[in-house]
């Protein structure tokens, strides 16, 4: 079990025991300033959002390879995304490629995930929804990996892209009558 700690900008992990019970933590300085969401790939990669205090223009994501004891390696230290306060993280279905919503511009950028789970910054605005206006938070990717879905409750929308080879992503609509509450997405 892996959690996130902004407010002291660390990661903790937990091993499960055979009853469920939580033992730990370990816990690492995050490569970067208030690690937020993230994700993790089938192999043990772990991709971690960076919301660096909500600076304008500094959001980031770092990675770091999971051991089978719960024990954080960095991979790849804060890769910028030239955007502002990035949310959450979403991969891919063949875990290539890493999406992060910038809550502080209403855009999404793709990272790539290379074998080793490092990442390169793909494309800083793979997606928007309002562009320049806050918004996007949580985000998903369905189970067929053909759509991304991020909730904007500012706008009391759902915005879906379709996700194309290569990460790139393509509107596929979005949706009104989502309200302002709206905390959590999922999709399957």
Avoid at 32 to 51: H, N, R
Avoid at 59 to 87: F, I, N, P, Q
Avoid at 100 to 105: A, E, I, L, M, S
């Amino acid at each position: 079990m892996i959690a996130t700690e902004r407010g002291t900008n660390t990661i903790s992990s937990y091993v499960i025991d055979q009853h469920g019970y939580a033992q730990g933590p370990t816990t690492i300085k995050s490569s970067g300033q208030t690690p937020y969401g993230f994700g993790l790939t089938k192999d043990g990669s772990l991709i971690v959002s960076e919301a660096f205090g909500g600076a304008m223009g500094a959001a980031a994501a770092s990675s770091y390879a999971v051991s089978g004891a719960g024990e954080l390696t960095m991979m790849s230290g804060s890769v910028g995304d030239t955007r502002s306060e990035v949310c959450w993280v979403a991969l891919t279905k063949d875990d290539r490629f890493a999406y992060v919503t910038n809550f502080g511009d209403g855009t999404i950028s793709c990272y790539q995930i290379a074998a080793d789970g490092r990442l390169t910054l793909h494309d800083p605005v793979a997606g928007s929804a309002r562009r320049g206006e806050k918004g996007l938070r949580d985000e998903a990717i369905c189970g067929d990996g053909r759509y991304l879905y991020a909730i904007d409750p500012d706008a009391h929308k759902l915005f879906g892209w379709a996700v194309g080879h290569g990460g790139h992503l393509t509107p596929a609509g979005q949706f009104g009558g989502v309200p302002g509450t709206v905390a959590g997405l999922a999709a399957s």
